[in-house]
């Protein structure tokens, strides 16, 4: 096993696997796109990683808005160095928010979500989105 990348300036990208013509056919039709973001690091930090590729994912969405339009405000904020929203869904015919969190980290983790509004309540639920207790800390 090489410890040490080799010299040069090639790139290999093993992008599909046709090996195995059991139940899959050989080849594979149509036009494929790829796309690849490399980007220069220091030591691995999963939480660095998983927040670069969600940037790349899931890029900003640019919204136009008259003047008159009133500010858009975020309805919480996630208070973190390591636990990130992996999704955020309307719930409960567009009264509510389902807030999926995600902490890349091998190490527990702390987060505080804050809602923007007062008379705002967090609910912990469960994986099918049905609530199980009231939260009332972080």
């Known amino acids: 096993m090489a ?4 010299a040069g300036t090639t790139l290999y990208s093993y992008l599909l696997n046709n090996y195995w013509h059991t139940n899959y056919k050989a080849d594979q039709e ?3 796109r ?3 973001v490399l980007s220069p690091h220091g030591p691995f930090d999963p939480v660095a990683l998983r927040r670069f590729s969600d940037d790349q ?5 640019a919204v136009s808005v008259t003047a008159a339009a009133p500010p858009m405000t975020a309805p919480f904020t996630l208070e973190s160095s390591t636990v990130l929203v992996s999704s955020l869904k309307s719930v409960d015919g567009g009264n509510g928010l389902l807030i999926r969190l995600y902490n890349p980290g091998a190490v527990a983790a702390t987060a505080m979500v804050k809602p923007a509004s007062p008379d705002a309540r967090l609910v912990d639920v469960d994986s099918e989105g049905n609530p199980r207790q009231a939260i009332t800390g972080p």
């Open 3 to 6: 410890r040490t990348p080799a």
């Open 34 to 36: 790829f796309r690849y």
């Open 30 to 32: 149509g036009t494929l």
């Open 57 to 61: 994912t899931q890029p900003l969405l």
